[in-house]
Structure formats: C-alpha cells, structure tokens
Nanobody, 129 residues
Framework: QLQLVESGGGLVQPGGSLRLSCAASGDALDYYAIAWFRQAPGKEREGVSC???????SYADSVKGRFTISRSNAKNTVYLQMNSLLPEDTAVYYC???????????????????????WGQGTQVTVSA
C-alpha cells in the first residue's frame, strides 16, 4: 500500500520560499498522479497543484506563477516549490495520490478530479512577518 510523508514546512516571511517534499513508500510513483492540497483554519480543503503520471501539471489560480510542482520517479518523491509566499498561503499542506483517472489533473471547483486514495499526514506552512 502506498504511503506518503510530507516534509519541508515551516515559518517563513512574506515573499519567502519553501520547498515541500512528498516521499512515497510501498509502491513506485511512476503510475500515480500526485496532488497537493491545503487547509487553512476554518476553511475547506482546496487543491493547490497536481502532477499527472504523464508529468502534465495543473495549478490553482491563486498559486499560478508562484508555485511549481515536479516529480522525481527515481527518488519516488514529488516536490512543491513555493515562491513569493503570501500570508494567505498559511495552511496545512497535504499530498495525495491516485492511480485512477484524473484527465490530466483537471481542476474544477477548487479541487482536482480524481479519487485520492492515499494521503500524507500534512505539514504546516506559516507565512508571517
């Protein structure tokens, strides 16, 4: 069974950068789509970025041009590079995986299409001066 572990969160000033990692074990990531979601206090979980098994990518409008998702199948890890961070990026960030259809990480209604079967435990990102 696929297991995911996030790391790389922390406290950063506005305008700063962080790189989150989602390390997988139990199976190879080659045939999975991986997505990053986030949930801020009092708000619903929302999709942030997604990378399909084909390596096509998708982003929420709020992070386009600031965040970059990438994958290393050799390291069985997906990364989320977050630049120009804003206070509104503060949230717990989760990675999730699906081996099912995502239509190239189709984004709708603040979410990514797919049945996200496996989830990590989350990593806190706090953007504050």
């Amino acid at each position: 069974q696929l297991q995911l572990v996030e790391s790389g969160g922390g406290l950063v000033q506005p305008g700063g950068s962080l790189r989150l990692s989602c390390a997988a074990s139990g199976d190879a990531l080659d045939y999975y789509a991986i997505a990053w979601f986030r949930q801020a206090p009092g708000k619903e979980r929302e999709g942030v970025s997604c990378i399909a098994s084909s390596s096509s990518t998708s982003y929420a409008d709020s992070v386009k041009g600031r965040f970059t998702i990438s994958r290393s199948n050799a390291k069985n890890t997906v990364y989320l590079q977050m630049n120009s961070l804003l206070p509104e990026d503060t949230a717990v960030y989760y990675c999730a995986a699906t081996g099912g259809e995502t239509y190239g990480c189709a984004y709708y209604n603040r979410n990514f299409y797919g049945t996200w079967d496996s989830w990590g435990q989350g990593t806190q990102v706090t953007v504050s001066a």
